[in-house]
């Protein structure tokens, strides 16, 4: 069965530190590029960041930039997200994604909700 | 980066209508487009990709059309299942952008 599972999503004080994961399965993880994409409560969709399948070509939306960090273990079949410096507006669901051959995201993690709040 | 502007951001409509939602680039994307469907508190799934091919299992009632900057998402007769926020997404730039998103409302 095809799957992404995120976690660490949690509580974070303005100016913290998270990391979250996500455990891939049923699907030849390294072959693949994979994506972070974010969604504030009540807004759209917004890509965060990107990592091509060996690692080795990573983007990042403006927004977060310099803050958070992308990278991915293939033998573990794990994608992370490094996220610094956390401001109220990174506040949303936190889904990973997979890539697919067609371009398109098939493959969707359940998300994990990043709260920052004193 | 390219901006991508989606119209109307929200239609009321009944079951059995015909809907269409556009999406609009800021500059020439050619194909690389893609349409998602999402449900509240759910992550979303793919409809369409390359601007008009049906994602596998999908029901052939979506169908999608355009190039370059220009596309449109059509539910040709609305079902109860179809209420829900679509998004475009292009896939031209390497970090992947999104439409504000549509919501479909019950009439």
């Known amino acids: 069965q095809v799957q992404l599972v995120e976690s660490g999503g949690g509580v974070v004080q303005p100016g913290g530190s998270l990391r979250l994961s996500c455990a891939a399965s049923?699907?030849?993880?390294?072959?693949?590029?994979m994506h972070w994409v974010r969604q504030a409560p009540g807004k759209g969709l917004e890509g965060v960041a990107c990592?091509?399948?060996?690692?080795?070509?990573?983007y990042y939306a403006d927004s977060v930039q310099g803050r958070f960090t992308i990278s991915r273990d293939n033998s573990k079949k794990t994608l992370y997200l490094q996220m610094n410096s956390l401001r109220a507006e990174d506040m949303a669901v936190y889904y990973c994604?997979?890539?697919?051959?067609?371009?398109?995201?098939?493959?969707w993690g359940q998300g994990t909700m990043v709260t920052v709040s004193s | 980066d390219i901006q991508m502007t989606q119209s109307p951001s929200s239609l009321s409509a009944s079951v059995g209508d015909r809907v269409t939602i556009t999406c609009r680039a800021s500059?020439?994307?050619?194909?690389?487009l893609n349409w998602y469907q999402q449900k509240p508190g759910k992550a979303p799934e793919v409809l369409i990709y390359?601007?008009?091919s049906l994602q596998s299992g999908v029901p052939s009632r979506f169908s999608g059309s355009g190039s370059g900057t220009d596309f449109t998402l059509t539910i040709s007769s609305l079902q109860p299942e179809d209420f829900a926020t679509y998004y475009c997404?292009?896939?031209?730039?390497?970090?992947?952008?999104f439409g504000g998103g549509t919501k479909v409302e019950i009439k």
């Open positions: 997404q292009q896939t031209y730039s390497a970090l992947l952008t």
């Open positions: 500059q020439s994307i050619s194909s690389y």
């Open positions: 049923g699907f030849t993880f390294s072959t693949y590029d």
């Open positions: 994604a997979k890539e697919d051959k067609t371009h398109a995201f098939d493959v």
């Open positions: 390359a601007a008009s």
């Open positions: 990592i091509r399948s060996q690692g080795n070509i990573i």
